[in-house]
């Protein structure tokens, strides 16, 4: 599962991130998901308690951030909102484009005890 994988990286990641600070637990995680990340909240909820079981991430409060979807048009520069990746510009249909953002997959601040 995709978001298993997810959570056992965020947890390495922390763990780490612990040792560093000399502390001990984690207390609070930020994490930012893009929209068009790929990754579903509910899944990752859903195994997150199991994995962190008996982790520095065990009981941590968890806050998630979404960033929308966003892209400017490689034709003609619009900037339009991008609710799935294959998504046109709407302005001249275009399917080339930059995008800049949605694709956050990342721990945005650590609050460690
Ligand atoms: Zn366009």
Redo the contacts with the bound molecule.
């Keep these: 599962m995709h978001e298993l994988s997810i959570a056992t990286s965020i947890i390495k990641t922390a763990e780490k991130e612990v040792e560093n600070g000399d502390g001990r637990k984690v207390l609070e995680i930020y994490l930012e998901i893009g929209k068009l990340s790929g990754v579903e909240i509910q899944s990752l909820n859903f195994v997150w308690e199991l994995s962190t079981n008996g982790t520095v991430l065990q009981d941590s409060k968890v806050i998630i951030t979404e960033p929308e979807g966003k892209a400017i ?1 490689a ?4 900037e339009y909102p991008l609710e799935k990746i294959f998504d046109c ?1 709407p ?4 399917p080339f484009k930059n995008i800049i953002s949605g694709k956050e997959l990342k721990i945005k601040k650590l609050i460690i005890n």
Excluded: L, Q, V
Aim: net charge negative; with cysteine; aromatic share 0%.
């Design positions: 048009c034709e003609c520069d619009t510009c302005k001249c249909n275009s």
